[in-house]
Nanobody, 123 residues
Framework: QVQLVESGGGLVQAGGSLRLSCAAS????????MGWFRQAPGKEREFVAT????????YYTDSVKGRFSISRDNAKNTVYLQMNSLKPEDAAVYYC????????????????WGQGTQVTVSS
């Protein structure tokens, strides 16, 4: 089992920044990637970004490219999502997840999920 604990969500004005964190524990030795997804009210959970377990490969959905940055601290087994130039449409519950493979963009390829952290962006 893998446990994931997210933090860092909150309320920010449009144009502002937030950094989300997700600490992984448990049986992480077989993990291939960590990813971030988000879900706005009434919408499907969508892919945001993924990073390989070693932190060497990263991929983003088009809507966040140039604004969001995903990174890993291998020593802390933690993944971060730095979100800059936030827009109202970025508001959602953000979830981190772990996959046994590198580096999927679909929900079904992620095996473990965090509880989510709310990001609210005021206009």
């Amino acid at each position: 089992q893998v446990q994931l604990v997210e933090s860092g969500g909150g309320l920010v004005q449009a144009g502002g920044s937030l950094r989300l964190s997700c600490a992984a524990s448990g049986r992480t030795f077989s993990a291939g990637a960590m990813g971030w997804f988000r879900q706005a009210p009434g919408k499907e959970r969508e892919f945001v970004a993924t990073v390989s377990w070693a932190g060497t490969y990263k991929y983003y959905t088009d809507s966040v490219k140039g604004r969001f940055s995903i990174s890993r601290d291998n020593a802390k087994n933690t993944v971060y999502l730095q979100m800059n130039s936030l827009k109202p449409e970025d508001a959602a519950v953000y979830y981190c997840a772990v996959s046994s493979i590198c580096c999927p963009i679909t929900r079904g390829n992620y095996n473990y999920w965090g509880q989510g952290t709310q990001v609210t962006v005021s206009s």
